[in-house]
């Protein structure tokens, strides 16, 4: 992969790269566009990534379809599939792990101690395979995009990130790999996550500014449904990532959801701004 990106860099080709865990869905394929747009050269990867889920969670099970995902890819015309195995990417004796410090251990991180370290490594890795000039990310899981920003600043990783939005289901749910886990009746309930998040721009369209009163009516109308287990709803500024108690007028805010709906955990997240 490197030796093919340092050649594509020599015939001066920009290089747009859409890192992927697959089981592809439109949210994937929204990247891949963006990306056809930008760059010369557009590279893909599918790796699933052991080192950012915790020994409880759904590595093993994690869905996987790598014959859709060919065809997809081809249809929509990707340049290059990358698609390490684990034992290449992780050799015997792997040693080095990157942490991004603070912003890795709020919201996700309090649920998800070691994620975002995965995250940061398999993201270096790659980038150091890819050289990308630019990489494309998904908005949804917002929280990795200021991670990876950060990292790339601290690091000086060269690539430019290029966030984009949350694709949905036709009904507002958020399109995620993971929606395939949800039973029929899940599927209705995972409809609540986006119904609070349209209460909150309700709300703030109406002219509630405090933190506090928002997240409460947010809470509630997440637990009028039975399958679901809140982990967070949460208002945080969109520059710093941090909480906020009230909101400002002409500021920018995420409103950010982590909800299981039965046994499948989803996030979904909105950014409004305050007129
Ligand atoms: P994943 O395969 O879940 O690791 O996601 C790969 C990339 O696709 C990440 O940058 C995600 O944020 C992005 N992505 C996942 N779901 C969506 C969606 N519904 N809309 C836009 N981007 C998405």
Redesign the pocket.
Known sequence: MQRLSRKLKAENKSIGF?????FL?E??I??VKKSKQKSNVTVVSIFVNPAQFAPNEDFKKYPRDLRHDKNLLKTIGTDYLFIPEVSEVYQTNYQTFVEVDEISRILEGEFRPFHFKGVATILSILFNCVLPDYTF?????AQ?VAVIRQMIKDLKFTTEIIA?????EKDGL????RNIYLSINERSDALVLFKALKLAEKLVMEGERLADIIISKMINEINSIDSSKIDYVRIVDVDKFSQVDSLISGSRYYFLIACKIGNTRLIDNVIIKVS
């Open positions: 859409v890192p992927t865990m697959g869905h949210g994937h929204s990247l990310f998904g908005q949804k899981d990795q984009c939005p949350i694709v949905r958020a399109m995620s790999s």
